[in-house]
């Protein structure tokens, strides 16, 4: 059974950083894309950026130049990098692997909830 376990939210300042961190289990992420996906209070679960299988990037518009992503093949972890944060990026934040537009390939863990204050 392929499953996420998210971590390293917490509250922080505008302007402030944080690293989540993403352990799998059931898949291994340097052979499938990998994403981090996030649901603030009374709206849609959105990607915020994807690693693919070849290490290929890309990030939401709102997050791009402040947010990195990357994986640890050893640890079967993958990481978000966050930077500068706003009051709008406060989220509870998800990892999962994409299958295709709107299928997943595991179950959506509790997530990790990241508040920045402003």
């Known amino acids: 059974q392929v499953q996420f376990v998210e971590s390293g939210g917490g509250l922080v300042q505008d302007g402030g950083s944080l690293r989540l961190s993403c352990a799998a289990s059931?898949?291994?992420?340097?052979?499938?894309?990998i994403g981090w996906y996030r649901q603030a209070p009374g709206k849609m679960r959105e990607v915020v950026a994807i690693i693919s299988s070849g290490g290929s990037t890309n990030y939401a518009e709102s997050v791009k130049g402040r947010f990195t992503i990357s994986r640890n093949s050893a640890k079967n972890t993958v990481y978000l990098e966050m930077n500068s944060l706003k009051p709008e990026d406060t989220a509870v934040y998800y990892c999962?692997?994409?299958?295709?537009?709107?299928?997943?390939?595991?179950?959506w863990g509790q997530g990790t909830q990241v508040t920045v204050s402003s």
């Open positions: 059931g898949i291994t992420v340097r052979l499938n894309a």
């Open positions: 999962n692997a994409p299958r295709s537009v709107g299928e997943f390939t595991g179950n």
